[in-house]
């Protein structure tokens, strides 16, 4: 982004290198959740207790400036909860979030804006109607305090041709625009307080295939460009292989496999990262639709089974895991984790 | 004689602006027992001719056609009282949303008897057999229990299976699926579509299946045609289309999707620059030419329906004429 450097932003701002992998281990990593969860009651009353729902159970991870970290599994498996934890929408009931190796926790909600912005799904609906363009991405700017009227507005033209948007847009409202330049604004908004980290959350799977290539394009050319970190949350396997450097798998809650792109995609270990996978159609004819040999005993997040979650619908689930939880860990020392009994 | 035959149908819509050409002079047809898919982006029309078929139309809209014949009835001027004989008995229909499409106050058992007590004159209790049957070849465990439970008491995988079943509940000539498994997740969209397409050989019976998702066509799909703008620009056998594509769009849709194996991780994607065009008010000439590589000033006169080898058909000027080399490729060796 060329913008003239009158308008200062406070805080290290690292933006154009991506440091290798080596000197990742030394700087703490851009994103690190520890032994993160979140519980929610669900029902109870004045004398009745409600029941505990682990939406979100023991999640670490890692994600190192500059990289793109994937982040998969089905609706109600916890993805978007975490996802509002790393956003500080929803406190966590149990861990940390560090930010570029400080603990988000106590952090004020200005602050971490700074840092964590996001991209939501659904641009029709995280875009406020009644709002012009320029002022729907000028917004943080305002919030923050940051430059006098007329830099904004020259910071919010800047931002939109970095996204891709003709200026005439500035003056539009969004119901003026097609889904693709919504979701554009959508990310003008999260880069207009040059975050490091973007948290994308689905953010091609409201949009038609032919908008979702663009979207794509820019959302690499703007890493490069800035060197920013991604957590990218998505079902599309096909397009969470097309961008990611890692990828978490999770499963009611907790995550059952994580590792680079190339070992989750060229050898899963955990039969659901594979259930997954094979369940992802390809363009290829004649191939037909595979038999993944799932059970569909869908679980109850409120009463998961007891072992493994994934026991009841494994097919290849033994007695062990209906009693025993596994646990994630690096078993072959090659910096992936997997939580099977028998991987 | 194909099971459903259409030919220039048009469906216009008035709206504020004018009048919103949604379909606009289409041909197809339908063999019996085949898969036709209908592929295309939002607004192309696909779900606006899957209404017209059945006779559910917004009541403002406004349709013609030159022919729109099912098993030889003509479909356009039926009454809606022999439409309503039809539909359900012979053409079903199976929605993107299971949820809205059940009735909540209504017992699974209900809703599933209602068409057939309706339509052959059954006993409930020979429909309530019936139900039970097809539930069970849905993949629905318990299915007696199931009969007396309620839309809300089951996931959405469950309910779209129930659709399914109720789909087949009158043994019909013609489905009508419309993005039938787009709110599913992936692992029970791919259960979901097997059990589709092997109920479908099954029983004989033809699948009009609308669908955004190339991957999906590609797998299930004895037919091909794509939408685009309110026509149909493409229609061919499954294969061939995903082999020769003839169509610039086609060719374009097939390319932005990032395929494992054939788009090198990271590169930039081919996307399709542009926006579909306004379909209020008049278009002429090709509807695609602004957003087509190959676009010439030849464009802006309507294209012909261009016959390519093998039941294959494009609506391009340059369908025939060898494909240009794709702008900079970023292949896997």
Do not use: W
Request: glycine share 8%.
């Amino acid at each position: 982004m060329n913008v003239d450097s009158t308008i200062e932003i406070a805080g290290p701002r690292p933006l154009s290198t991506a440091p290798s992998a080596s000197s990742t281990s030394r700087t703490p990593p851009a994103l690190e959740l520890c032994g993160l969860s979140k519980t929610f009651t669900l029902g109870g009353g004045l004398f009745k207790r409600g029941r505990a729902l682990g939406a979100v159970s023991d999640v670490s991870l890692r994600i190192p400036r500059g990289q793109v970290m994937g982040l998969v599994g089905e609706s109600g498996c916890g993805k978007s909860t975490l996802a509002k934890m790393l956003l500080g929408l929803t406190t966590p009931s149990e861990g940390d979030v560090l930010v570029d190796g400080k603990p988000l926790r106590g952090a004020n909600q200005k602050a971490l804006a700074r840092h964590v912005q996001p991209i939501f799904q659904d641009p029709y609906s995280s875009l406020n109607p009644r709002k012009r363009i320029a002022q729907i991405v000028g917004l943080p700017l305002q919030v923050h305090g940051i430059g006098t009227a007329r830099e904004r507005a020259a910071r919010v033209a800047e931002t939109l041709d970095v996204v891709g948007l003709p200026r005439r847009a500035a003056d539009q409202f969004p119901g003026q625009l097609s889904g693709g330049q919504r979701q554009r604004v959508a990310i003008a908004r999260a880069l207009i307080m040059r975050p490091d980290i973007v948290i994308c959350d689905e953010p091609t799977s409201a949009l038609d295939v032919s908008v979702q290539a663009q979207i794509l394009n820019l959302l690499l050319d703007l890493k490069a460009e800035f060197g920013l970190t991604y957590l990218f949350i998505s079902h599309d396997l096909a397009v969470v292989e097309h961008l990611v450097d890692r990828v978490a798998v999770m499963y009611l809650g907790r995550i059952v496999e994580e590792g680079t792109r190339e070992q989750i995609f060229g050898a899963p270990r955990h039969p659901y990262t594979r259930a997954l996978l094979d369940s992802a159609l390809t363009p290829e004819p004649g191939l037909g639709v595979p038999d993944i040999g799932l059970g569909d005993a869908m679980p109850d997040p409120s009463d998961p089974p007891a072992g493994c979650a994934f026991h009841p619908r494994c097919p290849r689930a033994q007695p062990v895991c209906q009693q025993q939880r596994p646990r994630l860990e690096d078993i072959r020392g090659d910096n992936a984790r997997v939580a099977c009994h028998l991987a | 004689m194909p099971l459903l035959d259409v030919n220039n149908l048009r469906v216009d819509l008035p709206v504020e602006a004018g009048m919103l050409h949604a379909v606009r002079g289409i041909d197809f047809h339908v063999e019996r027992g085949e898969m036709l898919c209908l592929v295309g982006e939002s607004g192309c029309g696909k779900s606006m001719t899957s209404l017209a078929l059945m006779g559910l139309l917004p009541r403002k809209a406004r349709l013609s056609a030159d022919r729109l014949e099912f098993d030889g009835t003509d479909l356009a001027t039926l009454s809606e009282r022999r439409r309503s004989d039809l539909r359900g008995a012979r053409m079903a229909m199976i929605f993107q949303e299971p949820m809205t499409a059940l009735n909540p106050a209504y017992t699974l058992g209900n809703q599933l008897c209602e068409g057939l007590i309706r339509h052959r004159g059954v006993s409930r209790r020979e429909a309530r057999e019936r139900a039970i049957y097809l539930l069970g070849r849905v993949g629905i465990s318990a299915a007696k229990e199931r009969l007396d439970q309620y839309p809300h008491q089951l996931s959405g995988g469950l309910r779209q299976r129930v659709m399914i079943a109720m789909a087949l509940m009158c043994e019909p000539d013609l489905i009508i699926a419309d993005e039938p498994t787009t709110a599913l997740d992936v692992t029970i969209q791919a259960q979901i579509l097997r059990l589709l397409r092997e109920l479908q050989q099954e029983f004989g019976t033809a699948v009009i299946f609308i669908t955004h998702d190339l991957g999906v066509v590609a797998r299930i799909a004895d037919r091909v045609a794509v939408m685009y703008a309110g026509e149909v620009i493409e229609s061919a056998p499954t294969p061939a289309l995903y082999a020769a594509p003839g169509h610039p769009y086609t060719r374009g849709l097939l390319s932005c999707i990032p395929t494992p194996g054939r788009t090198l991780p990271g590169s930039r994607l081919q996307a399709i620059p542009g926006v579909v065009p306004s379909l209020v008010g008049d278009v002429k000439g090709c509807a695609f030419r602004n957003r087509c590589p190959q676009a010439q000033p030849t464009c802006e006169r309507t294209p012909p329906l261009m016959s390519l080898p093998g039941d294959h058909r494009a609506r391009c000027h340059f369908a025939d004429r060898p494909v240009p080399a794709p702008r900079q490729p970023e292949t896997m060796s």
